[in-house]
């Protein structure tokens, strides 16, 4: 049976993302993102927990995150998650977990602005995807009792 491997987040960029470009003309963007939540305590306290995420993109992805996005952003990644195993300069075995984007929005304002910076991102384009317009027609009462009475029975 497959599995899944699917993570979806919501969170602000902890920095500005690291881009590399790689002698085989890939590049790759590196940066965290926070996510919090919170919540009353046993005592009635309120807490804030706060968690770090490594986030991993490519190629298109990453040339998106080098040209727009900046510390304290906040961004919808959708990905998946990625383990490395490898061993540190004393012989200490380590294992690194991060996520690996696929989709990217970004959401809110842009730095600065009251604009909207929103945009989405796949892995494989570089545009944002935006939905199709809808025929204002389409939608309207009128609209759905002619559909009525061109059915053959």
Do not use: C
């Not at 900046?70 to 004393?90: C, F, H």
């Amino acid at each position: 049976m497959a599995g899944v491997n699917k993570v979806i987040l919501i969170g602000n960029l902890g920095s500005d993302p690291e881009i590399r470009h790689l002698s085989n003309g890939s590049v790759v963007a590196n940066f965290n993102i926070a996510t919090s939540e919170t919540y009353n305590n046993k005592n009635g306290e309120r807490v804030t927990q706060t968690e770090w995420h490594r986030i991993e993109l490519w190629d298109g992805l990453a040339k998106v995150a080098e040209q727009y996005l900046k510390k304290g952003q906040t961004v919808y990644i959708e990905g998946k998650l990625k383990t490395e195993n490898w061993q540190d300069s004393d012989g200490n075995n380590r294992t690194t977990t991060r996520i690996r984007g696929l989709n990217m929005t970004m959401l809110g304002g842009r730095s600065g602005t009251d604009q909207q910076a929103g945009g989405e991102y796949q892995k494989s384009q570089q545009q944002p995807v935006t939905p199709a317009p809808q025929s204002p027609v389409a939608n309207t009462p009128a609209a759905a009792d002619d559909e009525i009475d061109d059915l053959p029975f």
